[in-house]
């Protein structure tokens, strides 16, 4: 059984390889690209035995998204689907996050995030005219 040091290294450099095949457009990018997800995947499967149960399956299945929509969007064809298994995968985190603390909703953030996607808004929107 890898470390989590091994397949933290062994992920990174394999993303690594990804961006850098992706860069000179060569045809392994396709291999590395998915294979940099499942190192991910690997990680909270081999040692995430210390966390909270529903966390950790939210997390796992959430990234097996992830996995799904990454393979899906190398063929542009799919991209639509690509798309909808990554918003699944996010509303799996989202779950998996809430599983662990529970909903809390802080309005200062609420309200700043939202003022500075109205400014980005009005900001590009004011550059097409």
């Known amino acids: 059984m890898p470390s989590l040091k091994v397949l933290n290294i062994l992920a990174f450099f394999s993303a690594i390889i990804a961006i850098y095949l ?4 060569h045809a392994s990018y396709d291999l590395f690209k998915p294979l940099t997800t499942i190192l991910v995947i690997l990680i909270p499967i081999i040692h995430g035995n210390r966390m ?5 399956y939210l997390t796992i299945v959430a990234l097996l998204f ?3 929509g ?3 969007l190398l ?3 799919q991209f639509v689907w690509g798309l909808a298994a990554f918003l699944i995968a996010h509303l799996l ?12 909703l802080y309005f200062s953030p609420l309200i700043i995030l939202s003022l500075i996607g109205l400014g ?3 900001f590009m929107t004011s550059l097409k005219a």
């Open 52 to 56: 909270l149960k529903s966390y950790l």
């Open 66 to 68: 992830c996995l799904i």
């Open 120 to 122: 980005y808004y009005l």
């Open 70 to 72: 990454d393979i899906l």
């Open 93 to 104: 985190f989202m779950f998996s996050f809430i599983a662990i603390d529970k909903f809390k």
């Open 75 to 77: 063929r542009e064809s």
């Open 22 to 25: 992706d860069f000179i457009d």
